[in-house]
């Protein structure tokens, strides 16, 4: 982890700095002091490259002789009157972005615009440090592939005041840092009872961490949970987070996230091909378990529920079958299609569990949940599906604020034809067409009458490479949920 501090605007004990460029090739204030004291090498550097400051563009200036920096970075970050949170955001990152490449130990970013908003905009310029600088190398012994970067320091006006308002935002960060963590894990290190292990690790004031076992679940009558993880010789676990500040009150809100920390597709298996990516499949338990750490880092009021359902998709002897008839804790029966149709199974139990077991009144849930997503949205845009249109709109709202952007796409019981069973119920999966539709539609089933529920289809945007347009998501988990959630949260929900 880099360590992100704030100061004032000398560049003295830091190796190189970074100063910001407007659109047009205006020097910010700062800039333009700093190009004063080095004889005009950064004015005659931008007027004689191909820089023009657009958002994102870097122009790398070694610095010159007699300086004690070895370099000057120059970052575009547009229009001077378009400057705002996530622009800032963006200039973090790609400051970040290009010094974990360099054989730097720390950095000073300068950081000064006219908005009544600088100090806000400093605190995201460190925020967006933080998250570009993640890197999960843990498995890599080569040397070359250590982080030499340790420290980014932030030159700002109010820097004590920055500094402690960044603290919310260190939380936020800290959270999106544990989901890249648990994502990049491969299966046979992040087994479901070693990712309960992890959740039992977080301790915070007013929060409580259950784990329960197979035989827990089994009698609390979650066997299509249960039926996920029946051909895997690694038990299933759902984990439990009771976040609760205000002691006397009920939960305001449940956070429910699908698990499966491998899936091979059990007996419907999958194709060879990209299948090691399937140790991805327990993002949506990620953003849970981010988002709570980030919520009890930052001391939120809200009382939260987090429910996670743990399992493996494994083929094997004992493993369900395509045609099998399955009971839900909700006393509904689901024919099983597809094995590979198993997120919905450990949803639908979970969310039947939150409102039994805790009278939770609003549920979002959140998972890798369907290929079919990717084909509508891509990886840019999680796919939204609910049943209150204020709650959605207050998601979309979060998701532009935080750049974590959600679509909403239509809910209408036209689609549940697709999921008629002769022999049960309903079936866990249609003929395919609207495939993420008819998967939120199966989830809806299990939500009760006066429940305000929104589901998350995060298949597209949980693992992804968008470094090139966004420097805070580099290449591979990308932490989605924690930023929108923590957003929504405390918009809503917070007293």
Partial sequence: ????????????????????????????KSAKNFDGKVNGVISKAIENEKFSGKVGEVLSIYAPYGLKLNRILCVGVGKLEEFNELKAQSYGAK????????????????????????????????FGAYLATIRN??????EDCKIKLQDIVVACENHEKVSNEYKELEAVAKG?????????????????????????????????????SEKDLKKLGMDMMLSVGNGSENESKMVVFEYKPKKDEEFDIALIGKGVCFDTGGIS?????????????????????????ALSERGSNANVLGVMGLVENMPSGKATRPGDVVK??????????????????????????????????????????????????????????????DFANQLIKAGRKTGEKVWMLPMSSEYDAMLKSDIADFKNIGAGEAGSIVAAQFLKRFVEE????????????????????DPSIPKGASGFGVRVLNKFIKDNIEK
């Fill in 137 to 142: 190398y843990d498995y890599k012994t080569d």
């Fill in 450 to 469: 006066g429940v305000t529920w929104a589901h998350i289809d995060i298949a597209g945007s949980a693992h992804c490479d968008r470094a090139k347009y």
């Fill in 269 to 293: 298996l999958k194709p060879s091909k990209g299948m090691e990516d399937m140790k991805f499949d327990m993002a949506g338990a990620g953003a849970v378990i981010g988002t709570i750490k």
């Fill in 1 to 28: 982890m880099v360590n992100i501090s704030f100061s004032n605007f000398d560049f003295l004990d830091v190796s190189s700095v970074a100063v910001m460029v407007y659109e047009g090739k205006t020097l910010s």
């Fill in 176 to 212: 999106v840092e544990l989901v890249r963590k648990l994502v990049s894990m491969p299966a046979n290190d992040l087994t479901p009872c070693e990712f309960a292990k992890i959740a039992s690790t977080l301790e915070y004031p007013n929060l409580k961490v259950k784990v329960m």
């Fill in 328 to 389: 839900s804790m909700s006393g509904k029966t689901v024919e099983i299609i597809n094995t590979d149709a198993e997120g919905r199974l450990v949803l639908g139990d979970l969310i039947t569990f939150a409102q039994k077991e805790y009278k939770v009144k609003k549920i979002i849930d959140l998972a890798t949940l369907t290929g079919a997503i990717i084909v509508a949205l891509g990886k840019e845009y999680a796919g939204l599906f609910t049943n209150d249109d």
């Fill in 95 to 126: 400051v970040g972005e290009v010094f974990l490449s360099t054989n730097d130990e720390k950095i000073k970013i300068f950081v000064d615009d006219a908005s009544e908003n600088k100090e806000l905009n400093s605190t995201y310029v460190g």
